[in-house]
């Protein structure tokens, strides 16, 4: 199964679809709500693509958040996002109403999702579960730490839903290794805008980012998503809080729609930010490019990362290629901009 993400095959397909296809609006089209991943796997050739902005982690008044889910969904409309899901712990928000009020062909969507909640002795195990089709009842205080979660990675997986792991530094629960052993989950968060699940590491355990160089080193492919987890929409401002707008995905899909976008995210057509915006990612099957939008008069690097962490190269310029040896295990992209936001650009395995 991994060998469908090699990148001299997964790098073409980008290819073949062309850049130009970028900022092309299609016409709105539905299909079957419940189409599986698989039915909805690869684009339909004769559209065009575009990039969708979302968040896939939010809370509301249903479990701990601050907010109605009307008004949850309202600040991320306002706010230039095209796509949201709702994640309350433990409980699934019914979106249609909601999608009746502010829903709109090719401009916004509100996906339904829970955050799966659970525990296995002090450790904090939570995985959201995206466009599930019912309720996902969590598993608890399985035989391990992996255990646990792949118990509710399988239950996500029944009820159609695509999982991702969330914050793993959060309480110290998840390390590397367990990441490393769930099977069929291929997202996790490597950036969690609440303010207390540890990001950056310490005290001897790595970073969100350190931790997914040692997982694509060993061969397992891991996606890394971006997310505020927002909590508290009545204090946005406050740093002390975990408020909106701190960090989301940007899809390249062929339209807005769930299935459509979350096939999108398992193949890892999409980049996660904190603020920087890129204007295309490209991938053939000798190189990566990325280019960056640019903002005001901030500066940019972009980082060529490959097997261990290594930096493989850094460019100062709005874009840059990166040429493969053959040698790198992985190629990922980071963009840092002079503000201290970050974009991930996914990494896919090299022969």
């Known amino acids: 199964m991994q060998d469908i993400f090699r990148f001299d095959r997964f790098g073409r397909g980008w290819l073949l679809l062309g850049a130009a296809a970028l900022m092309a609006w299609p016409a709105f ?13 690869q684009p339909d050739p004769a559209r065009q693509l575009r990039w969708y902005k979302g968040n896939t982690h939010t809370h509301t008044l249903n479990s701990d958040g601050d907010s109605t889910p009307d008004d949850v969904v309202r600040w991320y409309r306002e706010h230039g996002y095209q796509f949201l899901v709702l994640t309350d712990h433990n409980f ?3 979106v249609d109403a909601l999608n009746a009020l502010h829903g709109a062909s090719e401009r916004f969507l509100v996906i339904k999702g829970e955050e799966v909640t659970s525990s296995f002795k002090t450790a904090s195990i939570h995985v ?11 598993a608890r205080d399985a035989a391990s730490v992996v255990d646990t979660l792949q118990r509710n990675v399988d239950a996500i997986r029944k009820v159609d839903g695509i999982p991702h792991i969330n914050h793993p530094n959060f309480g110290w629960s998840i ?20 303010p207390t699940v540890h990001n950056d590491g310490g005290g001897g355990v790595p970073s969100l980012e350190q931790a997914w160089d040692m997982i694509l080193s060993q061969g397992v492919l891991l996606y890394g998503i971006a997310v505020d987890d927002a909590h ?6 406050n740093p002390a809080v975990a408020g909106p707008g701190r960090g989301w995905i940007v899809v390249r899909s062929d339209r807005l729609e769930a299935r459509a976008l979350l096939a999108a995210v398992e193949r890892g057509d999409f980049y996660a930010s904190t603020g920087v915006e890129l204007v295309d990612v490209q991938s053939t099957g000798t190189s990566m490019t990325v280019q960056i939008r640019r903002r005001g008069d901030f500066k940019y690097r972009i980082q060529f990362i ?18 493969f040896t053959g040698s790198e295990g992985y190629v990922r992209a980071k963009v840092l901009d002079s503000g201290g936001h970050a974009a991930w650009v996914q990494p896919v395995f090299v022969n």
């Open 92 to 94: 699934l928000t019914s």
């Open 175 to 194: 390390t590397p290794d367990d990441l490393r052993q769930v099977r069929n989950n291929r997202l996790f968060e490597i950036y969690n805008g609440h």
């Open 232 to 237: 508290v929409f009545k204090d946005p401002g």
């Open 306 to 323: 490959g097997k261990g962490g290594q930096l493989l190269k850094e460019d100062i310029e709005l874009s840059a290629t990166y040429t």
């Open 128 to 138: 959201n579960g995206l466009d599930v089709a019912e309720r996902v009842e969590p």
């Open 29 to 41: 089209h539905s299909i079957p709500a419940r189409a599986s991943a698989a039915e909805t796997a």
